[in-house]
């Protein structure tokens, strides 16, 4: 495993070691590296001769000052992880200067709608501030595949079209999401949760997998409702949204149609911390 934080010296670096055959891959994160995280980046050595994972708390893509704050940053101990699985990693986590120069602003994009429903109507400009870093790293390091999580599906159906749109031919790879052993979705914002919350948090899995049971026989508007009622007796969880929506478009299901695959997407404070989470309903 090789550390870099230099956008020059990891070029060079890169150039050195490209071969004729053999792809690379690339896993971009925001550390607080979790099994999650491990999940994509044994996906992406399985497929690739060699890759890049970074390692990069983007600022454009926060919309809250407080959150981007208190958004964990444990780089040793990432590395500390990556470490043993493979020499064919090279870890890129470069300062905020080293992408951005003076500028910290996000380009301006147009998704056909994906990025303004749910994380993108709750979190204002987010999807802004990911495809701008996410188009930054595949210009700078011009993968042939990218590995990005279910968790975050929204995210997943954006970069996919970022990725149709740009000239590089990046592969965009989804990959399951992967749970603590209640249920709960992994996430780097999991360790922000006390014990405690962190056990009552497998609620969230448990009323998504009670959607997926009532999708076969009860309308949207019904399932809706059950999930507020769960959430409304919990003193310290708060619901943001839950929807029932297409998984191409990300519209909401209105009435169900023959041939449309739906998730449930929810989103929920418990002890102030933001979780998401999303279910494959049929
Ligand atoms: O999913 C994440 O961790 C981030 O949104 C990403 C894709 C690394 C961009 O900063």
Do not use: W
Request: charged fraction near 25%.
């Amino acid at each position: 495993m090789k550390l870099i934080s230099d956008k020059k010296e990891l070029l060079s670096h890169l150039n050195s070691k490209k071969v004729e055959s053999g792809t690379l891959g690339l896993v971009p994160t925001m550390g607080a590296l979790h099994e999650g995280h491990l999940s994509l980046v044994q996906k992406a050595l399985a497929e690739n001769e060699r890759i890049v994972v970074t390692i990069f708390v983007n600022p454009t893509q926060f919309n809250n000052t407080e959150d981007l704050k208190k958004y964990p940053k444990t780089l040793k101990a990432d590395l500390a992880l990556l470490e043993g699985l493979s020499e064919n990693i090279t870890v890129f986590a470069p300062a905020v200067e080293e992408l951005y120069n003076e500028d910290i602003v996000s380009k301006q994009y147009s998704f056909d709608g994906l990025d303004k429903v749910m994380e993108g109507e709750f979190r204002g400009g987010h999807f802004n501030g990911v495809a701008t870093i996410v188009e930054m790293l595949f210009d700078l390091i011009r993968p042939d595949k990218a590995y990005f999580g279910e968790k975050d599906f929204q995210q997943l159906q954006v970069v996919t079209r970022l990725s149709e749109s740009l000239p590089f031919k990046v592969e965009v790879i989804g990959c399951p999401i992967v749970r603590e052993t209640n249920g709960l979705a992994m996430s780097s914002r999991n360790s922000l949760l006390s014990e405690q919350m962190r056990m009552k948090a497998g609620l969230i899995y448990r009323t998504l997998k009670e959607v997926k049971r009532m999708f076969g026989t009860e309308n949207a508007t019904t399932i809706s409702e059950y999930v507020s009622r769960v959430f409304a007796s919990e003193q310290d969880m708060k619901l943001e949204y839950f929807q029932i929506a297409d998984v191409q478009t990300l519209t909401p299901m209105i009435r169900k149609q023959k041939n449309r695959k739906y998730r449930g997407f929810i989103a929920v404070y418990a002890e102030g911390v933001r979780l998401i989470d999303n279910i494959a309903v049929n």
